[in-house]
């Protein structure tokens, strides 16, 4: 059996650009899936939580994975995941504003 080199190499360069385009498009779906609407912490918001994660979990806030709003009747609850810079992740609830973050550990669940 004699290999054919040139087919070979557009082989190889179909499952590339496979992988390439693949690629692009799971980046693509973990961007709009964090943005599609997440909003940003206040900054108050943010300072408040990184204290209440230092003092609860002793977590150093690496990054927020997603941040959700919610109009419940007369005020607005917040609530989200981070991520701490151990890779621990963190859900929080704030049920107004001006209130501390409900903090709890993410554990795996066992089925």
Do not use: H, W
Not at 22 to 49: R, Y
Not at 60 to 86: A, M, N, Q, S
Request: aromatic share 6%; proline share 1%.
């Amino acid at each position: 059996m004699a290999l054919n080199f040139d087919s070979l190499k557009r082989s190889v360069l179909a499952v590339a650009c496979s992988l390439l385009a693949g690629s692009a498009m799971l980046t693509a779906i973990s961007n709009s899936a964090v943005a599609e609407g997440d909003f940003k912490l206040q900054q108050a918001q943010e300072t408040l939580l990184r204290t209440q994660l230092l003092d609860s979990y002793k977590c150093d806030l690496d990054r927020v994975l997603f941040v959700r709003r919610f109009e419940l009747g007369e005020g607005t609850k917040t609530e989200g995941r981070i991520i701490c810079t151990d890779q621990r992740e963190i859900d929080f609830v704030q049920q107004n504003s001006n209130e501390r973050f409900q903090l709890e550990l993410c554990q795996p669940t066992v089925c």
